[in-house]
């Protein structure tokens, strides 16, 4: 009897222990949340140019993989910036891209890239999947949008 008593108890001695560390483990993925983890895949170019006389994203629209990453290139007729839109990316994604983004203006606002063939990069790592959609704030009144799918 006692012996089954301390048995008992040994187990759910073991059985709390081996609970710890799943509770542990599923605690680690919230830190990319706040934290922008690393590109881990390929690197895509965007151009930003002004060709003729229409500003563009050059691929307009361009599907990468989560863990990829994108440099839009100022090629020509800056500033440019990347401006997602709240409503046109998928659920989740605007804390990634925030945190993935560097020096915003504000939310899902990436900075002004001045310097002439200068290039600001846009880690997709951790990305929920889906449709990305954003314009450049200095040309969306001149149809200046692309269009990144993330798989
Ligand atoms: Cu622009």
Known sequence: MR???LATGAMILAAC?????????????AAPATTAPAATGATHTVNMELQGSSYRFAPAELTVKAGDAVNFVNA????HNVQFHADSIPAGAAAVLDA???NRMGPLQGELVTVPNA?????FAGAPTGD?????????AMGMHGKITVQ
């Open 17 to 29: 222990g081996g609970g710890e560390k799943p509770a542990d483990t599923a605690a680690a993925p």
């Open 132 to 140: 990305y959609r954003f314009t450049c704030l200095p040309h969306a």
């Open 76 to 79: 020509s007729g800056g500033p």
């Open 3 to 5: 012996a089954t008593w």
């Open 119 to 123: 290039a600001y990069a846009i880690s």
């Open 100 to 102: 993935n983004m560097a």
